[in-house]
């Protein structure tokens, strides 16, 4: 069975991505960020051709997502812990915890759990355990003590702040490797680094900051299948609430994507195909959109690549680079070139 909407994922482009960001981490080793299924990709594709290329720190949110890895034999790191229903698989040794609060210290280490990681809270007010529980992690057999910088993607004086947190408490920790730095992070220059860098956005195409645009290049682009070409008579309308009417006689093709898909309705009468030559008309349905296909040859079965070039996307939807990759839904064939 063929579904009539399929992701085309470009392996060589996302390779490409990590060994740029690994260049741009100096010294420090590269890893990668692969959580909500690989930021939408497919967790298990990603993983394989990232490790063929050499990355070894892989970083996913939950204990399924691991799961989910486990067959690959990956160093995995869980970055949100530990909670007491977790233990039996994460004391089965597929994947690190990265323990994130003083309950899940005392609940790993009570277990005699081995090698962890731990996160340290420096300004985001997030996860992470505070800098004055340093005290808690003695004992611990610590792989990577981390920090999340908040504002990395913005020039915020609150990035100098986490460093400085950072830097600080790395001097009085006795974890194997020190890391603060996620894809925009890596563009706040070398002291960020530190030993490992955790990208995950920039890998799939995102540009967190202007400083990546030459460095980084798309590995995404939704393509869908024209169900129907149809004439609209000048004067009608197009799609729910009829919030297009068109000006002339004009050919429009209806594609098998919605927002269903995580092709958001922000890009109702925003996106378009085909590099901007067939722009979306009307309103972004859950399972179909309405192109103007007007003067080209375009036939029902024939297939439309969408432009999903994710900074412009992320403009013209509304929605963040983030949400443009991880809304990508189940119902697309996934397929790497
Ligand atoms: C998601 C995440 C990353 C990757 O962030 P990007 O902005 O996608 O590069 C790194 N570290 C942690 C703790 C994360 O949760």
């Not at 007491?84 to 609940?107: K, T, Y």
Request: with cysteine.
């Amino acid at each position: 069975m063929t579904a009539p909407l399929r992701l085309r994922l470009d392996g060589q482009a996302l390779t490409d991505n990590w060994r740029a960001l690994a260049r741009m981490s100096g010294p420090a080793a590269c890893g990668a960020a692969i959580k909500a299924d690989g930021y939408g990709l497919g967790a298990v594709g990603v993983a394989i051709r990232l490790a063929d290329a050499g990355c070894r720190d892989f970083f996913v949110a939950t204990w399924a997502e691991a799961a989910a890895l486990a067959p690959l034999n990956l160093p995995v790191s869980v970055l949100h812990g530990v909670r007491a229903e977790d233990m039996d698989v994460a004391l089965s040794g597929i994947a690190r915890p990265v323990l994130n609060s003083a309950v899940q210290v005392a609940r790993w280490k009570a277990a005699g759990g081995g090698a962890c990681d731990v996160m340290i809270d420096t300004g985001m007010n997030r996860l992470g355990l505070s800098v004055d529980e340093l005290a808690l992690l003695e004992e611990l057999q610590i792989e990577t003590l981390m920090s999340h910088l908040a504002c990395a993607d913005e020039d915020h004086a609150l990035n100098q702040r986490q460093l400085a947190a950072f830097a600080g408490l790395a001097r009085r920790s006795s974890a194997r490797r020190l890391s603060l730095a996620n894809s925009a992070g890596i563009g706040l220059g070398a002291d960020y680094a530190f030993d490992l860098t955790r990208p995950g956005l920039a890998l799939y195409g995102g540009i967190p900051r202007a400083a990546f645009a030459g460095a980084i290049t798309q590995v995404v682009t939704p393509q869908a299948q024209v169900l129907q070409r149809r004439r609209v008579a000048a004067g009608a309308t197009v799609g729910y609430n009829a919030t297009w009417t068109a000006p002339r006689d004009t050919d429009v093709a209806i594609l098998n994507l919605g927002y269903a898909d995580g092709y958001w309705r922000g890009f109702s009468d925003a996106g378009s195909g085909e590099g901007g030559r067939f722009p979306v008309i009307g309103r972004v349905s859950m399972d179909l959109v309405a192109l103007d296909v007007s003067g080209r040859a375009l036939s029902e079965g024939d297939w439309v690549a969408l432009d999903y070039a994710l900074p412009d996307a992320a403009r013209k939807s509304g929605m963040s680079q983030y949400e443009l990759l991880t809304g990508l839904g189940s119902r697309f064939d996934r397929y790497w070139i």
